[in-house]
């Protein structure tokens, strides 16, 4: 957990700052996960080092980083906060995913990094659907895309509707259909099954993969099954 904050944090202050792996890498949070483990044996008495004791020390003074250079050490303490989804990744969509107390912040959602003026476009939902997907970086154009929600953007870029079929559900019939639109975040265009869903009877809308080409077909997708094997005349 904390390799995986430190390893993101470190690739965003590398393209900001510069490559401080050419510098001396002594004493920072990836080191708090091994020193705990040992720490462990150290307190039943196995083991007793008197070095390790030291290092142990010097993180619990509350250090996030250190940088040695010939003639001074760079310190960072810990950060103010962190903000983390499931996964932890770094993730927020309401501040910065990690600050610390100078105010250097960094904004990341699902993982994934934004400069700060982009990242409050993309949580303010101020980007249109064309601006969107002319976004370089496809994981930010994906990010931006899961924010703004594909039912808007499908609306924006005017999707085009490639197969419908009726079907059964709870006594009366539903339209499911199959949406084609160009996001450029692969060779083909991306396509969307829009479902109903029985219990509910609400609307919903799932990504398949490019190659189906009618709603049955998404739909046995959807359910991880043969599309040969799947004809249902009725949902319940």
């Known amino acids: 957990m904390e390799s995986q904050v430190g390893s993101q944090v470190r690739s965003q202050v590398e393209s900001q700052v510069g490559n401080y792996n050419a ?9 708090y996960s091994w020193v705990s483990f040992y720490d462990f044996f150290s307190r039943i008495g196995i083991t007793k080092n008197e070095n ?49 107390k100078d105010g250097f912040k960094l904004f990341f959602i699902d993982g994934v990094n934004f400069m700060e003026d982009l990242w409050q476009k993309i949580v303010r939902k101020q980007l249109t659907a064309k601006e969107i997907i002319e976004l370089k970086n496809i994981e930010q154009r994906t990010i931006a895309l ?30 499911y259909e199959l949406l084609e ?20 009877e609400k609307e919903g809308l799932l990504r398949v993969p490019p190659e189906i080409n009618t709603c049955l077909e998404a739909s046995a997708w959807s359910f991880e099954e043969e599309k040969e094997l799947f004809n249902p005349l009725i949902e319940t």
């Open 181 to 200: 639109v160009e996001l450029k975040d692969d060779r083909k265009p991306a396509k969307f099954f829009k479902w109903v869903d029985w219990s509910t």
């Open 146 to 175: 899961k924010v703004k929600g594909y039912e808007s953007v499908l609306e924006e870029l005017e999707a085009r509707k490639i197969d419908v079929s009726m079907v059964q559900i709870n006594g009366k019939t539903k339209e």
């Open 52 to 100: 390790f004791e030291k290092f142990k020390k010097l993180l619990k003074s509350g250090l996030y980083d250190c940088i040695q250079l010939e003639k001074f050490c760079i310190v960072c303490r810990k950060p103010e906060k962190i903000n983390r989804n499931e996964l932890y990744q770094l993730h927020s969509l309401t501040e910065p995913a990690i600050f610390w």
């Open 23 to 31: 510098f001396g890498w002594y004493a920072n949070i990836v080191d």
